[in-house]
């Protein structure tokens, strides 16, 4: 660009495009990767061959449920921040 025409481009390559989105949306703080993470590992250990013989089915199972509920959780709270969002920014 010469100096002449030398203005404020946006993020979609139009000038002055950034204005409509002056802020960057930012998520909220959350346990639910940490508790899906914590849950999978919880499932693998149960299906370990020498926790496997002992208590790896009730390791398993209860690693499962963890992981079914704390997927359900985090797709839940991702609809109503998905939902709180200005109507504008929804695609």
Do not use: K, Q
């Not at 969002?85 to 695609?91: A, N, T």
């Amino acid at each position: 660009m010469s100096e002449d025409s030398h203005e404020e481009v946006g993020a979609a390559g139009h000038p002055d495009a950034g204005e409509e989105h002056s802020e960057i949306h930012m998520p909220p703080n959350s346990w639910a990767p940490i508790s899906v993470a914590l849950s999978l590992a919880l499932v693998f250990v149960g299906l370990l061959g020498d926790i496997r013989n002992a208590i790896g089915p009730t390791m398993w199972v209860i690693g499962l449920l963890a992981l079914i509920a704390s997927c359900a959780s985090w797709a839940r709270s991702a609809r109503r921040e998905y939902l709180e969002l200005p109507e504008e920014s929804h695609h």
